[in-house]
Structures are given as structure tokens and as C-alpha cells.
């Protein structure tokens, strides 16, 4: 990629010149955009979303017809709660609210946090997931598949649903049987490159392709010979056939989908032969879509989607709509009186102020974000390299990204007079606003309970300090639904908060000390792991003899707190893995 100004600012500048394109049809909010034109009291609220980088997905989606809202991750990365519940606020017509995406763990971990929140107002929220793509779990076991291409058709079926005016579980039934009809499958020819990286995060040897690609930036499951046209079209059609699903008639809508880079010359090329492997099957393509509809920036690939249509499902799709970049048949809405981007703060603040101990302890906690910022920053190639081994590549530029929120908000904080336990929650709250993804929903969920696990009215002693590790560690279990030996940070965090607490005197700082060398060891030995769950998981054999990313990460923060017990906030620690 190459026009930007700071890559850091993609994504925000990205959504900001979007929204004053389309004036028309959007408007921005915090964390995303929501229709520019008026919709009748008591419809259900349908909101698409997730990382950015993969448009016309998803923020051209939004208008009459179509969804309601969308909530914008940064690249690659899920958005947070707090935005997720920012737009489904702004969005909210008094009919429920619906959050779609495709089946990542962190867009599930996010937008299930905000259908909590939303639920707590007595708001029914729902989130419902996308699993197209054939290549990343067998048939037997769907509900792990990714959401990818398929994204589009499922969307603008459900959203037609709901523009009908059906209520919340009507759009939900309609929702669950367009996904259950759809199936993805696509090949990549090079990889993507983040915005102010110099490499792609995968490359593929010259004259293969990988086959069974995410849009994250995902290499495939397997390379194989690239060979023509004819012959891609015959692979990723034979594949779909073969995961037909159960009871499907014959009429079916195909799309061909560009990943970035493929020119539309190259996807007509390859619908030619798309289509007679279609019609050598005895299906009926009621309509082909020819074109980008959920990229992954500038990856060389392409992916084809079936719909295997009926009546319903049909009609839905040919339900008139206009959006930015999908526009269908004539329909007309009413403009909203305003339409600037509207601002409101969301962020944590200082209700009481904290006493003079439990200040102090918040300085201190600023201290420690400080350093642990500082060794994120000296160590995101490292991680991100860690992570492209099988998953997208990102775990360091969001450990980054997470860790310079958190600093940023807890100086704040204790600037006006914070405690420890309104530092912890702000820092936590930033972290998973900002780096977005699943590291950025478990630091968040980790800092918030055990920042809740504290008082404003002391500073915490060593006993403290155990009891909210120990409420950090059960609410990544709690919400990661992972355990011992997926590969995930849990196979860290786990020995070091039981570490921690079987130190025997010495304080605080004598735990973390302890704490972090069980951290590095059992980081260490996740190498000789494979993934069960998350990103990786699909690439689970690659990962062997790597050192999991969020275990490594978790180890070597605690090594830097456990530094700044002993007088160096540096940040300065040797990798692991």
C-alpha cells in the first residue's frame, strides 16, 4: 500500500473519508456509521462490522435495504465493545439489535460483550456469525468455519428481513437458513501487506497458489500448482459441490470475488468457467456477482460463493436496496434532519477520587504500562512474526497499540486523581478499544476484572495483587472459552498467576519475579503444541515448533513488571520464542 499518512491512522482516516463520500448514506458515530436516512420506529436494528481492510466489507453496506450500521475494527482486527455498543445506540429503532460478522474468535468475544451491555438496558441484542468458508473446518464441524465472501449474500438476505419489517427472531431464522445455504471457498496468489509494512504478511512460491485462504491475511491451507483459469475454477467449484448443503435444491446464486489485486478481467475469465462447471452440474444460476465484495487490501486471489437459493431466500435477495457499494432496484428513505459525525466520550472516568495510597498506586501502575509499552513497541515484528506463522500477522502491532491506549489513559486518570481500581478498568477499557482482535478483548476483559478485583482506597499488597490475577485469569477463561494446552495465552497466563500466588514472602515483588519465570517457561513450551482453537487453528501443524504468540506476550509482560518491582521500567527483556 502506498497512499497513507501515519499507518498508525489508516483506519480512522480510512472511515473519516468514507463517511464524507457518502453523505447520502451514512453518517459517521463513534466506532463506525450508521444509515443517513430515516428508518420506521420498532424495526430491527441490523448491524454488520469488523476489522478493516477488506472493503467494499462492510462499511458499504450500510443503507436502506441493507444494514443499519457498521462497526469498524482497525485493519484485520475486530472493533471493540465499546464501539460495537456505540453504533448498535445510535442504530437502535426499538425493534432489538442484531450484530452480524463472520466467525472470528475476537468479533465474537467483542460484539458478545456489547449484546451483554446492550442486554443490561433491556435492549435485546443478538450476534450472529458467518461460517462459509469449506476450508477452514470440515463439514462435520461448521459452526468453527470462518466467515469470508459469503458475508455479502447472508447480509443482504437477513437485512431484507428486517427493512420487511419482521420482528428480532424472524430476521434471526431468516439469518441462520441463508448461512446454513452458503458456501465459500478461495486461492490466493500472493499475500497482502499492512498498511506501512514492507513485507506481505505471506508470500507464496512463484507459479503456486494457496488454497482454503482467510481475508485477515491468512495464507492457504495448502499450495498447489497454479495452473489456468479453467483450472482454478474447476477446484474451487468441485469443492463447493462436495460440501453441498443438505436438501438444496438447484437454483443457486454465484459469486466471484476479488481479494484486492485480481483485476475484473481475471475474475470474467474465471465466471466463464465458473458457470459451465456450474451448469455440468444440472444448478441454475439464478444471478452472478462478478467483483470485489470482501477483500483483504491488496492480496492477488479470488474467491467463489454459492447460494443455494428457495423462494424466500430468493426474494430476499432481489429486495430492493442502496448502499455504497451495492445497490439494487429502486427504493427511496427519507434523509435524517443531521448528518456530521457525531462525538460523545466514552471513555472512563474519575467519579471519586482515590485516597493518597491508592494514588500512588495508580502512578504506579501508569509506571508500569510505561515500560510495558516500551517493550511491546521494541518487540512487534517479533510477535507479528510469531503470529504469521499461522494466523494473520497482527499480535504485535495490537499488543502495541493496546498497551499505548492503556498508558495514554491511565496517565490521564491519575492525572485527575484516579485509584488503582478506576486506572485498571480505564486501562483496560483502552486496550480493548484499541487493538481491537481477540488479544485486545482478553487484555481488556484481564485489566478490567482485576482492576474490579481492587479498591480505590488502598494501594494493593501482594495478597491484592493475587486475588486480581487471579479474577483476570477467570475472565479470559470465562470469555476465551479456551483451556490448558489450546496454545493460547492461557498456557502462560495459567503457571504465572499460580506462581505468583505460592510465593512465600518477599512481597510483591518477589511474586512477579516468580510469576515471570513460569511465564517464560511455559511460553517456551507451547512450541511443542498445536492450536485447538482461534485463528491458528486452521493451520494448526505450521504453528508446531513456534512459540504461541499470546503466550509469549503474556510471559513478557510480566517480566517487565516484574522488572519495574526491582527499579527498571526500561522495558528492555531478551524475546522468548
Known amino acids: 500500500m502506498h497512499l497513507m499518512n501515519d499507518p498508525a491512522d489508516f483506519p480512522a482516516e480510512l472511515l473519516e473519508g468514507f463517511v464524507e463520500a457518502n453523505p447520502r448514506h451514512v453518517r459517521g458515530v463513534p466506532g463506525g456509521a450508521v444509515r443517513a436516512t430515516k428508518s420506521p420506529k420498532g424495526k430491527v436494528s441490523f448491524l454488520v462490522g469488523g476489522g478493516t481492510g477488506h472493503y467494499p466489507a462492510f462499511a458499504g453496506w450500510v443503507g436502506p435495504g441493507f444494514a443499519d450500521g457498521v462497526v469498524c475494527g482497525n485493519i484485520f482486527a475486530s472493533p471493540s465493545a465499546a464501539q460495537a455498543y456505540s453504533v448498535a445506540k445510535a442504530a437502535d429503532h426499538g425493534g432489538g439489535v442484531l450484530f452480524a460478522f463472520g466467525n472470528y474468535a475476537g468479533d465474537v468475544l467483542h460484539f458478545g460483550q456489547a449484546c451483554e451491555r446492550l442486554k443490561a438496558e433491556g435492549i435485546d441484542a443478538r450476534a450472529l456469525v458467518v461460517t462459509d468458508d469449506i476450508a477452514s473446518a470440515p463439514k462435520s464441524d461448521i459452526s468453527s468455519r470462518r466467515g469470508i465472501a459469503g458475508d455479502m449474500p447472508v447480509f443482504k438476505i437477513a437485512s431484507a428481513a428486517a427493512e420487511e419489517g419482521a420482528d428480532i427472531d424472524e430476521v434471526d431464522r431468516v439469518f441462520t437458513k441463508a448461512n446454513d445455504r452458503t458456501r ?88 466463464r468457467s465458473v458457470a459451465r462447471r456450474l451448469r455440468e452440474a444440472d444448478l441454475e444460476i439464478v444471478e452472478a456477482q462478478v467483483g470485489e465484495h470482501a477483500t483483504s487490501l491488496d492480496m492477488g486471489g479470488m474467491s467463489v460463493t454459492l447460494v443455494w437459493l428457495d423462494e424466500e431466500l430468493e426474494r430476499y435477495w432481489f429486495a430492493p436496496c442502496d448502499s455504497p457499494a451495492f445497490i439494487r432496484g429502486g427504493i427511496e428513505a427519507e434523509p435524517l434532519a443531521e448528518s456530521a459525525t457525531e462525538t460523545v466520550d466514552l471513555s472512563v472516568q474519575v467519579t471519586t477520587p482515590g485516597s493518597a495510597a491508592s494514588q500512588a498506586g495508580a ?116 470469555i476465551g472459552e479456551a483451556g490448558p494446552g489450546d496454545k493460547t495465552m492461557l498456557d502462560a497466563l495459567i503457571p504465572m498467576v499460580e506462581a505468583f500466588e505460592q510465593a512465600d514472602g518477599g512481597g510483591a515483588g518477589a511474586a512477579w519475579r516468580r510469576a515471570a519465570q513460569a511465564g517464560r517457561r511455559a511460553a517456551e513450551a507451547t512450541a511443542d503444541l498445536e492450536p485447538k482453537v482461534g485463528r491458528a487453528r486452521p493451520l494448526a501443524s505450521r504453528s508446531v515448533g513456534h512459540a504461541d504468540p499470546g503466550a509469549v506476550s503474556v510471559a513478557m509482560v510480566a517480566e517487565v513488571i516484574a522488572q519495574v518491582f526491582d527499579g527498571d521500567d526500561s522495558g528492555s527483556i531478551s524475546p522468548i520464542g
Open 184 to 271: 465459500s471457498f478461495g486461492v490466493a496468489f500472493s499475500g497482502c501487506t499492512l498498511p506501512g509494512a514492507t513485507e506481505p504478511l505471506f508470500t507464496v512460491p512463484e507459479g503456486k497458489m494457496g488454497v482454503g485462504l482467510g481475508i485477515h491475511g491468512e495464507p492457504g491451507i495448502d499450495e498447489v500448482e497454479l495452473g489456468t483459469a479453467d483450472d482454478v475454477a474447476t477446484l474451487l467449484v468441485d469443492g463447493l459441490l462436495d460440501d453441498r448443503p443438505d436438501g438444496a435444491a438447484s437454483r443457486v446464486l454465484a459469486i466471484v470475488n476479488g481479494l484486492g489485486s485480481c483485476s475484473y478481467e481475471e475474475l470474467f475469465v474465471t465466471y
Open 363 to 478: 502512578r504506579e501502575v501508569a509506571r508500569g504500562l510505561g515500560a510495558v509499552a516500551r517493550m511491546l513497541s521494541a518487540n512487534r515484528k517479533h510477535l507479528g512474526d510469531l503470529d504469521a506463522v499461522a494466523g494473520d500477522g497482527d499480535h504485535g502491532t495490537g499488543m502495541e497499540r493496546g498497551a499505548l491506549a492503556a498508558q495514554e489513559t491511565v496517565e490521564r486518570l491519575v492525572a485527575d486523581s484516579a485509584g488503582v481500581r478506576t486506572a485498571l478498568v480505564g486501562a483496560g477499557d483502552s486496550w480493548s478499544d484499541r487493538a481491537g482482535g481477540t488479544s485486545g478483548a482478553l487484555w481488556g476483559a484481564l485489566l478490567t476484572a482485576a482492576g474490579n478485583a481492587l479498591a480505590d482506597e488502598e494501594s494493593p499488597d501482594a495478597r491484592a495483587q493475587g486475588l486480581a490475577l487471579r479474577a483476570g485469569l477467570d475472565a479470559v477463561q470465562r
